[in-house]
């Protein structure tokens, strides 16, 4: 098991802060700031302090780390194609992969090359994942621009394609791959004064640790300002609830039950300025009787305010109108049957209305004494009117159809209606409102309450005109004029009453010894409670840092190193071994950081493993001054060399630009080490660096490892496009031929179209990449690579075939010469015309003639000078 296997095992059992903290130091060079501000408020949210951000946990995932290949043969990565929302880089492109030997991807600054070198990173589960992979930004983000990319590999002889999505694990047979970062060691001067190489994984323990003392001192520094001073709360001290509750102030307190404490009801401030002032009284019973006469006065008065209330309240009012409204139908109704029993004679108007019987009655009253032997209906045509005393004649008739209207039911039925309003109208607004405010009560009532007071005179205005709109209204038939009688002061009334009532029996309890000792006992309970309520505030901050403070407390023992430190031995016993200090030692040499060397001595403090790399350099020096960046770089490459071989696998391995700040002779060494290692497995290389680009053709050519070249470019459809072909400083003469024959196309094409224009500028660069590879034929085919620019030595053996003639300096000087006329564009200004195409394919002709003609030549040269020296050597 990896030692990254071993640690996602065991951060299984750790809290989720810890497994947090884990999975961003395996992504991150280094925790900042805002990761420990994260970690920090992890750590207190997992003890009860909440976080107002509301931050989650996010453990280390099994997608992060590696996997062991399943089966015995190695995966062989065969192409990264479809790349989706990366960056800007063109879709449907595929970029392959040689099965055996080097795989060299050259891309230069802005190709895309980034772009699937960030991709490699996340599907093979490398440890820097920092950087994070966008979608094009000239795209609209949608739920459909989640970076994605298909895998192309093979197990066995057995192809088939693995889907990557970012976001998802990824899939498990990518995790053989390994691929190179800066993080595969780590140099550091410790506090000894050594140098210590840390393999990749083990640094966590270190990491960890160091932010567990770094947390832990911000938890202890939280725990010093969380401190509470309870002296200010002394005067609260004593035998009350409230005295109790200070005296036992912790972080166990109940906040609610100061809450509850602290807040007095009107009822019990009443209460307590009642038993106040009962302790303060001389003589308690003499006031206690004055008080008690008060409260009955104003009892009496609610009963009063109570009586009028309710006389016009809203129910007796609805009644009243209830009541007029149904005796002007039962009017109405009668007025109809009037008519009813009308002769076809005239009636003078208002017959049958109210004045009318008012007249009726009363002569039906009088003709109980005037015709005393007769009924009123019985009276005759000879009989005399009892009004106008002459004879009735036909008025008797009427007299008698009259009584029978009369007794008709509709007039029963006004008469009963226009009762009913009376015994409900009369009372309510014949009878005078009065709260019977005399001015004894009013000063009494001031003295009380000022307010109250001037309430119960405005109700009992507010009932008056309240009376007087019921009469408008009942007069007019309009309710709306109606006025409310306002807010009843009843119940303020009441209440005084009690209050006044509850001061009058404090007042007698308050005259007896075993009574007042009661009541003081009471004040001091109500006065600490409201003492209590000026001060809540801040002994509710202080309940809330003591239990901060028990909160932080319970953080600590989660800070202890111990079992990192056990952990970090534990691993480190496993993966640690003479073997790999050898291993470490060889790559080492390999890489020119010979002066290096590595000891198995161990130990574990306070999670950090270290394994020494002793200097033999002054100790006093800084890691600065001792180890230059390069000299970093060629460790990290070493120690990723040196675990990789010990691994047991034999996955493809993937470098990112791996000569980063490395000068050419380290760049020299680092080519041939992966040409060698190409010999063992399958090795992938993304370089921006032409250099070492030809430097790895011609390592892998000498150590006869087979080698597949391509580039990435940018073109019209986008970033990131797969060219089998290498830039125009990769390529060799011959290939430069070719490189340049593509141009001649291009401007025999513009030629015909009549551009011509475009057809010089196509001449011009044609000549101008021709007079490079003029240049580049001069090293490479007439002096064999004998001497090549950058690099150090000079291939010495290489003479055998070096032969320079007269001839080839004439045809270098007169190749050079022609292409420097037109690649420096003199031709405008000498007033020299291009070359046609057909020119321009007769020079280029004349260089591949001269490349065939010299490496025959040279070929046949070293033949004969190898055979010659062979036959010189046997003589000898």
């Known amino acids: 098991m990896t030692i990254l296997n071993e640690i996602f095992e065991w951060s299984k059992g750790l809290p989720p802060w810890q497994r947090d903290a884990i999975s961003r130091l395996l992504a991150k060079n280094a925790l900042d700031e805002q990761d420990e501000a994260d970690l920090l408020a992890l750590l207190k949210s997992a003890n009860g302090i909440p976080d107002p951000k509301g931050r989650i946990a996010k453990p280390?995932?099994?997608?992060?780390?590696?996997?062991?290949?399943?089966?015995?043969?190695?995966?062989?990565?065969?192409?990264?194609?479809?790349?989706?929302?990366?960056?800007?880089?063109?879709?449907?492109?595929?970029l392959g992969m040689g099965a055996t030997g080097l795989t060299i991807i050259y891309g230069s600054n802005g190709s895309g090359k980034s772009g699937y070198s960030r991709v490699l990173k996340r599907a093979c589960r490398a440890r820097d994942q920092q950087e994070d992979i966008h979608p094009d930004a000239n795209f609209a983000a949608s739920k459909s621009?989640?970076?994605?990319?298909?895998?192309?590999?093979?197990?066995?002889?057995?192809?088939?394609?693995?889907?990557?999505?970012?976001?998802?694990?990824?899939?498990?047979?990518?995790?053989?791959?390994?691929?190179?970062?800066?993080?595969?060691?780590?140099?550091?001067?410790?506090?000894?004064?050594?140098?210590?190489?840390?393999?990749?994984?083990?640094e966590v323990f270190a990491a960890l640790a160091t932010l567990c003392q770094r947390l832990e001192a911000k938890v202890s520094d939280e725990l010093l300002r969380a401190q509470v001073d309870i002296s200010a709360f002394a005067p609260l001290l004593g035998?009350?609830?409230?005295?109790?509750?200070?005296?036992?102030?912790?972080?166990?307190?109940?906040?609610?039950?100061?809450?509850?404490?602290?807040?007095?009801?009107?009822?019990?401030?009443?209460?307590?300025?009642?038993?106040?002032?009962?302790?303060?009284?001389?003589?308690?019973?003499?006031?206690?009787?004055?008080?008690?006469?008060?409260?009955?006065?104003?009892?009496?008065?609610?009963?009063?305010?109570?009586?009028?209330?309710?006389?016009?309240?809203?129910?007796?009012?609805?009644?009243?109108?209830?009541?007029?409204?149904?005796?002007?139908?039962?009017?109405?109704?009668?007025?109809?049957?009037?008519?009813?029993?009308?002769?076809?004679?005239?009636?003078?108007?208002?017959?049958?209305?109210?004045?009318?019987?008012?007249?009726?009655?009363?002569?039906?009253?009088?003709?109980?004494?005037?015709?005393?032997?007769?009924?009123?209906?019985?009276l005759t045509s000879d009989d005399a009117c009892l009004l106008c005393q002459q004879p009735l004649q036909a008025g008797a008739e009427r007299l008698r159809r009259f009584e029978a209207f009369v007794e008709a039911e509709a007039e029963k039925a006004r008469d009963g209606r226009r009762e009913d309003l009376r015994a409900v109208f009369v009372p309510m607004t014949k009878e005078v409102v009065t709260l019977g405010?005399?001015?004894?009560?009013?000063?009494?009532?001031?003295?009380?309450?000022?307010?109250?007071?001037?309430?119960?005179?405005?109700?009992?205005?507010?009932?008056?005109?309240?009376?007087?709109?019921?009469?408008?209204?009942?007069?007019?038939?309009?309710?709306?004029?109606?006025?409310?009688?306002?807010?009843?002061?009843?119940?303020?009334?009441?209440?005084?009453?009690?209050?006044?009532?509850?001061?009058?029996?404090?007042?007698d309890e308050a005259s007896d010894e075993k009574a007042r000792n009661a009541l003081q006992g009471e004040f001091n309970e109500l006065n600490a409670r409201m003492q209590l309520a000026v001060v809540k505030d801040s002994v509710l901050s202080a309940i809330n840092k003591l239990s901060v403070q028990s909160r932080l407390k319970g953080c600590l023992p989660h800070l202890k190193t111990r079992s990192i430190s056990t952990k970090a031995t534990e691993i480190a016993a496993q993966v640690v071994s003479k073997e790999?200090?050898?291993?470490?030692?060889?790559?080492?040499?390999?890489?020119?950081?010979?002066?290096?060397s590595v000891s198995s001595q161990s130990r574990s403090a306070r999670g950090k493993t270290l394994h020494r790399l002793r200097l033999e350099l002054p100790q006093a020096l800084s890691p600065s001054e001792i180890l230059s960046e390069g000299e970093q770089r060629a460790i990290a490459i070493g120690s990723f060399l040196a675990e990789v071989s010990l691994s047991g696998q034999t996955g493809a391995i993937v470098f990112d630009d791996p000569v980063c700040?490395?000068?050419?002779?380290?760049?020299?060494?680092?080519?041939?080490?992966?040409?060698d290692e190409a010999e063992k497995r399958q090795v992938i290389i993304l370089t921006h660096d032409i250099y070492f680009l030809n430097l790895l053709t011609e390592a892998a050519g000498r150590a006869g490892r087979p080698v597949v070249t391509q580039s990435l470019v940018r073109q019209a459809q986008g970033f990131g496009v797969a060219s089998p072909n290498l830039p125009f400083e990769g390529l060799s003469s011959s290939?430069?031929?070719?490189?340049?024959?593509?141009?001649?196309?291009?401007?025999?094409?513009?030629?015909?179209?009549?551009?011509?224009?475009?057809?010089?500028?196509?001449?011009?660069?044609?000549?101008?990449?021709?007079?490079?590879?003029?240049?580049?034929?001069?090293?490479?085919?007439?002096?064999?690579?004998?001497?090549?620019?950058?690099?150090?030595?000079?291939?010495?053996?290489?003479?055998?075939?070096?032969?320079?003639?007269?001839?080839?300096?004439?045809?270098?000087?007169?190749?050079?010469?022609?292409?420097?006329?037109?690649?420096?564009?003199?031709?405008?200004?000498?007033?020299?015309?291009?070359?046609?195409?057909?020119?321009?394919?007769?020079?280029?002709?004349?260089?591949?003639?001269f490349i065939k003609e010299v490496n025959e030549r040279s070929d046949k040269t070293s033949t004969s000078r190898k055979k010659g020296a062979s036959a010189a050597a046997a003589t000898a």
Not at 824 to 848: N, R, T, Y
Request: glycine share 6%; charged share 25%.
């Open 60 to 94: 280390l995932a099994a997608g992060q780390v590696p996997l062991p290949p399943a089966g015995a043969s190695a995966i062989v990565l065969q192409a990264v194609k479809d790349l989706q929302h990366v960056n800007a880089i063109a879709p449907h492109q595929s």
């Open 145 to 202: 621009t989640t970076p994605q990319a298909t895998f192309v590999v093979s197990q066995g002889g057995v192809v088939s394609e693995l889907t990557w999505q970012q976001g998802v694990t990824p899939p498990a047979e990518l995790s053989s791959i390994a691929v190179f970062d800066a993080r595969c060691a780590k140099a550091y001067l410790d506090q000894e004064g050594d140098f210590a190489y840390v393999p990749y994984g083990l």
């Open 239 to 378: 035998e009350t609830q409230v005295g109790k509750q200070i005296a036992a102030l912790s972080a166990k307190t109940k906040p609610e039950v100061i809450e509850s404490l602290a807040t007095l009801s009107d009822k019990e401030l009443a209460r307590r300025a009642e038993v106040e002032a009962s302790l303060k009284e001389g003589n308690p019973k003499e006031k206690a009787q004055q008080v008690r006469l008060r409260a009955q006065r104003f009892s009496a008065l609610a009963a009063k305010v109570a009586v009028e209330e309710e006389r016009l309240s809203e129910a007796a009012v609805t009644v009243v109108h209830q009541a007029a409204d149904a005796y002007r139908n039962a009017q109405v109704a009668a007025k109809i049957a009037a008519q009813l029993h009308t002769e076809g004679g005239k009636l003078l108007p208002g017959t049958g209305g109210e004045a009318w019987r008012d007249l009726y009655d009363a002569a039906k009253k009088f003709a109980v004494s005037a015709y005393p032997d007769k009924g009123f209906y019985e």
């Open 437 to 507: 405010l005399d001015e004894a009560i009013r000063v009494e009532l001031r003295a009380e309450n000022e307010q109250l007071a001037s309430d119960v005179e405005a109700f009992e205005e507010a009932l008056i005109a309240r009376q007087k709109s019921v009469k408008d209204a009942a007069t007019a038939d309009d309710w709306s004029v109606v006025v409310s009688a306002g807010v009843s002061p009843r119940a303020a009334l009441s209440l005084l009453a009690e209050q006044l009532h509850s001061a009058a029996k404090a007042l």
């Open 580 to 596: 790999l200090g050898e291993a470490l030692n060889r790559e080492f040499k390999s890489l020119g950081v010979s002066s290096l």
């Open 661 to 675: 700040s490395l000068d050419h002779r380290r760049r020299e060494r680092v080519a041939k080490r992966l040409a």
């Open 735 to 849: 290939k430069r031929v070719g490189f340049i024959k593509t141009i001649h196309v291009e401007a025999v094409k513009a030629q015909k179209l009549g551009e011509e224009e475009a057809h010089h500028e196509l001449t011009v660069k044609a000549y101008y990449y021709l007079r490079l590879a003029w240049e580049r034929a001069v090293e490479e085919v007439l002096l064999r690579n004998v001497v090549l620019r950058f690099r150090k030595g000079v291939e010495t053996q290489r003479l055998s075939g070096v032969t320079v003639t007269d001839a080839d300096y004439a045809r270098v000087e007169a190749g050079m010469a022609k292409c420097s006329n037109y690649a420096h564009d003199k031709a405008q200004f000498g007033g020299v015309a291009v070359p046609d195409p057909d020119e321009l394919m007769s020079d280029l002709v004349e260089f591949e003639a």
